[in-house]
């Protein structure tokens, strides 16, 4: 019971404490519908406490879609607050999405092959681990992707043809053989 815990001290104002508070306390758990609303009801009487926590759960890691439904308001009022706020552009300032090159998607799939795990290539190239499972199965499709086969050309020659009449009527095609439908 001698293990310290970590602690850390803001000078913030009561307003904003409160705010902190409530959006550190709304992150940890899960809240029952009845909370919820005794929340949205408070939230209500204060819209700039609205903006703060809904920015501070942001902060936690909460989703866009469950903060808004936590504090009360659309989506893209979370996203608003967010850029109005912290001057973040609109979406999940983690969610950043890195472009691996074709290079490095070969090069992704050979490491694996080699013995690498998913979740240590996931961690080196800053993607999330089913992105590294996607880009191995696209890889693999490709190598089993049979080579393109080259139509010849024609022989410049003259050559023997044969016409086969397709099995189904064909208008101007009726060859005296065939009949003509009545």
């Not at 306390?25 to 005794?38: F, G, V, W």
């Not at 992105?131 to 020659?157: F, G, N, W, Y």
Request: glycine share 6%.
């Amino acid at each position: 019971m001698g293990d310290k815990c970590p602690y850390k001290v803001l000078d913030i104002d009561e307003d904003e404490a409160f705010a902190l508070g409530l959006a550190l306390n709304i992150a940890r758990r899960q809240l029952t519908p009845e909370q919820i609303s005794e929340i949205h009801e408070q939230l209500r009487r204060d819209k700039e406490l609205r903006k703060q926590i809904a920015v501070e759960m942001r902060k936690q890691g909460k989703s866009l879609r469950e903060t808004a439904a936590i504090v009360g308001v659309g989506k893209s009022s979370v996203e608003r607050w967010e850029k109005e706020l912290l001057g973040v552009p609109n979406g999940t300032p983690s969610k950043v999405k890195v472009k691996v090159t074709e290079e490095g998607k070969q090069e992704l799939y050979e490491r694996y092959k080699s013995g690498e795990s998913q979740k240590k290539l996931a961690a080196e190239y800053k993607i999330s681990q089913q992105r590294v499972s996607q880009i191995i199965r696209q890889v693999e499709a490709r190598k089993r992707e049979p080579e393109p086969v080259e139509t010849p050309e024609l022989p410049s020659k003259r050559y023997k043809c044969i016409v086969v009449d397709p099995p189904w009527p064909v208008p101007g095609w009726e060859l005296p053989s065939q009949g003509s439908p009545q």
